[in-house]
């Protein structure tokens, strides 16, 4: 079926099978692979991405759906080549160690941030809950994303 999708602010033509999800068209048919495959059962995070600024698990969403949404992945975050300030406080905090996960935390932030300019740590937690870590960085996370909200 053909579809329009509107990602990081660009129209895209696609033309694909009915039922492909978001997160196979991300990155085999537009070459966006910073949006992770972990689980495909929207249990691990690693997939997520803005779909009218709520982080949602690209794996989950079909195309078809994603059709009426802004979708936004984490390469569309950067301002050239200023990183997002979320982007920036991982980086800057190490919050990261294989970063397989990265691409999805740094979504569920920004999508955090947009709804609670200054989260406190239980909401910083609660909106990390879906992302799924192997390498344990969520302390380092934590501190990217009050930093991010508060700059110094
Ligand atoms: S790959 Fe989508 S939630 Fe795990
Ligand atoms: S940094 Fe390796 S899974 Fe999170």
Do not use: W
Not at 9 to 16: A, C, K, L, P, T
Not at 40 to 68: E, F, I, K
């Amino acid at each position: 079926m053909k579809l329009a999708l509107t990602v990081n602010g660009e129209r895209r033509d696609i033309d694909v099978p009915p039922n492909a999800s978001l997160l196979s068209v991300l990155r085999d048919d537009l070459g966006l692979t910073g949006t992770r495959y972990g689980c495909g059962r929207g249990q691990c995070g690693a997939c997520y991405v803005l779909a009218d600024n709520r982080a949602v698990a690209s794996c989950l969403l079909t195309a078809d759906q994603a059709a009426r949404m802004e979708i936004t992945t984490v390469e569309g975050l950067a301002n050239g080549a200023d990183l997002h300030p979320v982007q920036q406080a991982f980086v800057d905090e190490d919050a990261l160690q294989c970063g397989y996960c990265t691409s999805g935390m740094v979504i569920s932030a920004v999508a955090l941030l947009a709804r609670d300019p200054k989260p406190d740590e239980t909401s910083i937690r609660d909106a990390l809950a879906g992302n799924l870590c192997r390498c344990g960085v969520y302390g380092r996370a934590i501190r990217a994303i009050q930093k991010a909200a508060s700059p110094a």
